[in-house]
Nanobody
Framework: QVQLIESGPGLVKPSQTLSLTCTVS??????????WNWIRQSPGKGLEWMGAIPYSGSAYYNPSLKSRTSISRDTSKNQFTLQLNSVTPEDTAVYYC???????????WGKGTLVTVSS
């Protein structure tokens, strides 16, 4: 059974960098055809896909967030990380990591972690 667990600070100040880690168990992040995603949901809004890092290692991003987002991975720890720069209160959201198999939808999700941007 694949499990994903998000971790990181629950409170970030405006203009700072939000950094979250997703730890994966039960499956390798370098296994062929899997994509490892970050998705968020702001209060009262729908899900927003932020970006992904595929098994090949070349991350790609939602164009609306690309200038502020970076996704990387640590294969030795089976983890992947989200960094979102220059945060504002509008970045307050529950952040999820999730797995997707090529040509299919998301099949495993973490439980999500709330990040609040506030001074």
């Amino acid at each position: 059974q694949v499990q994903l667990i998000e971790s990181g600070p629950g409170l970030v100040k405006p203009s700072q960098t939000l950094s979250l880690t997703c730890t994966v168990s039960g499956g390798s992040i370098i296994a062929n055809f899997y994509y490892w995603n970050w998705i968020r949901q702001s209060p009262g809004k729908g899900l927003e896909w932020m970006g992904a890092i595929p098994y090949s290692g070349s991350a790609y991003y939602n164009p609306s967030l690309k200038s502020r987002t970076s996704i990387s991975r640590d294969t030795s720890k089976n983890q992947f990380t989200l960094q979102l720069n220059s945060v504002t209160p509008e970045d307050t959201a529950v952040y999820y990591c999730a797995r997707r198999m090529e040509d299919y939808g998301m099949d495993y999700w973490g439980k999500g972690t709330l990040v609040t941007v506030s001074s």
